[in-house]
């Protein structure tokens, strides 16, 4: 389920009980210095010293995607190139917490959502990509965020892009709602021409790492999947700006235009999700791409 689509109030969980719950099942870091907390809509992130860090799912129905992630993606971490905050092992539900959770390594850096890529990052994130969307053999687990396809996220587009329309745009500009609808719509309409990939599922400004404006790696793995690569392409397209969007795919390798025009939609849902969640720094990177594209224009 996606953001906005939520129903049950996200899980607050005290200090006390994740030091409890690192000490119980990982006892060789029970003397290491918890860090920062990090608390997103859906799971809160803690450092662990230098080197750790634990993810922690606030809503039940993420349960069985955390419960999973770390053999899921275990096979495929020596075979990729660029740095991973990967789920390394799988913590239990205990001490009053109730759901699976994951020991992670912690990749030192800030995210693309405190400082935006450089242009020349916008080639190593569509590389990085690339190397996950390997093909995803028969029976691999779906990822939810990107294998349902376009046609079932249409209802929740109609009622962001409403939200979207009445919260205005900043800088006295107005959502063109008809032509951001129709370009949408373009996507839905668009078939699915390439095989279900692996897959993020998660690619937004939070989860991509930026290391003084160079790509630093990709955070946030419990979606991760088969599904359509498009999602994970329109999910870049959040944090890349449109004068960088060659790049992105040059980096990628071929993109049919199906999977460019799926990808458009992916981004544009992403814009209106960003918006309802009310960040101000998702919003600000949401808007410049809905400028950038022309959706969005002087009053």
């Known amino acids: 389920m996606l953001p906005g689509t939520r129903t049950e109030l996200p899980l607050v969980v005290t200090d006390e009980t994740v030091r409890a719950l690192i000490d119980d099942q990982f006892p060789h870091l029970a003397d290491v210095e918890l860090g920062r907390r990090y608390t997103l809509e859906d799971h809160f992130a803690i450092r662990i010293g230098d080197h750790h860090g634990a993810l922690f799912p606030r809503l039940a129905e993420d349960d069985a995607l955390f419960e999973r992630v770390t053999d899921v993606l275990a096979p495929h971490l020596d075979t990729w190139g660029f740095p991973v905050s990967a789920p390394i092992e799988l913590g239990l539900p205990g001490r009053g917490f109730p759901y699976h959770w994951a020991l992670v390594d912690w990749v030192s850096a800030s995210t693309a959502a405190f400082v935006p890529l450089h242009s020349a990052s916008a080639r190593d994130l569509g590389a990085a990509l690339r190397e996950v969307h390997a093909l995803a053999p028969a029976g691999a687990p779906d990822n939810p965020r990107t294998a349902p396809p376009l046609t079932t996220l249409v209802e929740q587009w109609e009622r962001l892009l409403v939200f979207a329309s009445l919260r205005g745009a900043p800088e006295n500009r107005v959502l063109d709602v008809e032509a951001a609808d129709a370009v949408f719509r373009t996507g839905v309409a668009t078939r699915v021409d390439v095989p279900p990939t692996w897959t993020h599922g998660r690619l937004e400004p939070r989860s991509i790492q930026s ?21 994970d392409l329109g999910g870049a397209a959040t944090v890349v700006p449109l004068d960088m969007r060659d790049e992105l795919y040059a980096g990628y390798g071929d993109v049919s235009a199906a999977t460019a025009w799926r990808a458009q939609s992916y981004q544009l849902l992403a814009a209106v999700q960003h918006i309802e969640l009310d960040d101000p720094f998702l919003a600000r990177m949401a808007w410049e791409r809905l400028i950038e594209l022309g959706l969005a224009h002087e009053a």
């Open 211 to 231: 290391d003084r404006g160079r790509f630093a790696g990709l955070l946030i793995w419990h979606n991760f999947g088969a599904g359509d690569p498009a999602a």
